[in-house]
Structures are given as C-alpha cells and as structure tokens.
C-alpha cells in the first residue's frame, strides 16, 4: 500500500484538527461537568447541537460513509476515514459532533445499503442529517450472543405486520432522548439453515410493548446520554414493510454492518491510545520524585517507548485493513480487520493502563479522560465480537492458508 495521504485526506485532518482545537478541546471540561453530574443522566448536553451545526457548516460531516450519498457525505475511502477517527477518538464524545458515532454509523450504512427508498426517507435522511439517533438490537441476555445464531427473539408475520417478542441488552444508544429508531435482529424463520433464520427489521422506538427496562452501566459509567439499554420487545408490532432485504438475510446484513464498524472502533482505540501517550509524556516531565522528573528513570522512558512502538504497529495494520476494504471489498479484507480487531483494544488497554500508572492518583481519578478511557478500551475486547471468535475464524483461515490437506 501507498502510505502518501492524498491531498483530500491531508486537508480534512488539517481541517479537522483545527476544528477540535478551537470548538472542541476549549469545551471540553465543561462538557465533562455536565455529563458526568448525576442531575444530567439521559440528558443532552446543550452546546452539543451548535458544534454539530458549527461542524456541518465546515463540512466535517458524516465523513464515514465511503461512498457519497447525495451531498449529505463527502465519500472518504476508508482509508482517507481512518485518521479522522483517530482525531476523533482522542475525545470519547466528539465522534457525534460530526455525525460520525456508533451505531449511528453502522445503522447509517445498512439503511444505505439494504434500505427501501421507503426507509431512507424516514429514517435514513433524519440520521444523516443528525436530527435523531439510533440504536442496534443483536445481544441478548439469556443467550451467548458472540453466537448470533443464538439470538431468539422472534419475529412473526401476521397479517400486514411483523410481531416480534423478545429480550434484548447492551443496546447501545437507546438511552438518548434522541434515538428514535432501532434496528432489531430476531428470527424469521427458526425451521431454516442456522444462518438463515434471522432477519433484520426496523422497529420506532415509540412502538407499543418497546420497554426499557433500565440502563447498564459499564465499570460504573453509564455513558449518558446515548447509555446502554436493557429492552424488552412484547409483542410490538411494525408494518411487515419493515423488515429489511428478506426474511432469512440477518447475517447478510450484519456482516456488512459490522466489517466497518470493527474498524472505526480501532480507528478511535488509537486515538485514545495516542492521546495517553501524549499524557503520559507530559505528565512524567511535569512531575520530580526521588529527586528527578519522572521521565528520566529509565522504566518510564522504556513504558513510553514500547507504547509508541505499538500505537504505531496498530495504527499501520489498521491503514493496511483500510486500504485492503478500499481496494478488494469488506470480504477480501476480513482477515485483516479480525487482526485489528485483536490487536488494537488490548494495544489501547495496555498504553492507557500505562499511562494510568503514570499519572499515580490522577490517573484512576476522573481529572484525567484515561479512567474512562481504559472502560470503553475494555468493553472493545467483547463488543462486535470478542477476542476469542476472532482469534478462533483467523486460526482457521491462516492455517488454511499455510496448509493444505496432502491430497486435496
Ligand atoms: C459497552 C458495550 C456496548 C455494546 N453495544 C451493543 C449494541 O449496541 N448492540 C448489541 O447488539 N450488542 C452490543 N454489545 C454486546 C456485545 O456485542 C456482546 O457482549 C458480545 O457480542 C458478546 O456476547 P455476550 O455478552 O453474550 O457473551 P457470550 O457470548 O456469553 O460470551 C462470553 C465469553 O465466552 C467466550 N467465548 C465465546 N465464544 C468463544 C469462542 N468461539 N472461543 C473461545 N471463547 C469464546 C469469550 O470469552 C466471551 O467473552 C455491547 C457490549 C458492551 C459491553
């Protein structure tokens, strides 16, 4: 791969970044103050909507979608995506700010990509334009869910309308005032092939029998105001037109969904990684003890340097996924993005517990974003996957590569 940003990628990062210095990092504290006070749990932040409007305006925008759709996106590659998210990630509450946030942007993409002109009119044209949110509902709680397979809810024609029932968790983002639609994955058809059983269908989060049964939280955060809900599905019903692609055509479409949304998620790691480096480093050279500033015994320059190497070895593997998904397609990149997927939050998590350690005090307190950061950095060894079924489909696929059967 070519490592040169092309000059369109170059100038949304000068212009992005310069947009994060003067309207972004400023607000910062001030964000923070309100979302973490309990008196705001599932409450908006006031000043989030005029840097949307402020962002839009610059054309920092719904800069995910990596093919134009009408003049709402700008058709970044991935690769050209990939250091924005990075710019954006070094905050846990920016992506929004430019429409860019999951799982807005995996909802976004399966509406673009496998939605009726019928539902991107309602739902996709309002998520784009970030005038509501979203919300994805896969996981369940009584069943392993790494095994989609497994998800049970079920989802039965009657008529002119689908009736669905079932329990649902870790839904993310349907705590926020604003998600108004969710995207539910149940089984159509139990009788069928194991991947053909589940379907996707689009359900308001109005509808009656949607209950929220109450808000997780994650180490203690509960990540207001988008949150992750526990929901129970009793016996709502939504139009059959409703159902996305087909009856039976659920893994189909979760594995578009999910091919660039694992790697926006690696994208963000590493700016939560690269901006604990910049911590680390600026705190060690702020602080003396024993006699001499923190940076100068020889075990913290050694955590410090070990931490840029391996920011840097995921950042690259995450740009080589990239440009493999801009080049030959999701599938021909799944290898790839299973690598990034492994390497990139357990980088995240040992960069930021280093940084941790080297902040003392500070850096388990909640002075400092490296806290919450290593609790999102946690839940991304388990969400969209855990390690081990990545590990386990690149095992197969690597010895398959490297072995053949003698006489196959
Ligand atoms: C913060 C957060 C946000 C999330 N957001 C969403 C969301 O918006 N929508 C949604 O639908 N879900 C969401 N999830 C759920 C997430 O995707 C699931 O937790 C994940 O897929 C694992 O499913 P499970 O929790 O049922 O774990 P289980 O399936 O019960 O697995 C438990 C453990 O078993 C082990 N295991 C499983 N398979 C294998 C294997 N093949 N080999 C070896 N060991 C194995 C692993 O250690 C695994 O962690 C979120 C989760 C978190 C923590």
Sequence with gaps: MNFDYSDKAKSYQEKLNAFMATEVYPLEKEHNEFAYH???????????????????????????????????????????????????GRLLWASEIFNCSPPDTGNMEVLAKYGTPAHQEKWLKPLMNGEIRSAFLMTEPNVASSDATNVSTSIKLDGDEYVINGHKWWSSGAMDPHCKIAIVMGKTNPEEHRHQQQSMILVPMDTPGLKIVRPLSVFGYNDSPEGHAEIILDNVRVPKENLLLGEGRGFEIAQGRLGPGRIHHCMRLIGMAQRSLELMSARSSERVAFGRAIRDFSSVRQEIAYSRCEVEQARLLTLSAADKMDKFGNKAAKDLIAMIKIVAPNMALKVIDRAIQIHGGKGVSGDTPLAHFYAAARTLRLADGPDEVHLYQLGKSTIGKYYKEPNS
């Excluded at 054309?59 to 979608?65: A, C, Q, V």
């Design 38 to 88: 309990p008196d705001n749990n599932w409450k908006r932040w006031p000043k989030l909507e005029m840097l949307k409007e402020k962002a839009k305006a610059a054309g920092l925008w719904n800069l995910f979608l990596p093919k134009a759709y009408g003049d709402l996106s700008p058709g970044l590659t991935n690769l050209e995506y990939a250091p924005l998210a990075e710019i954006m």
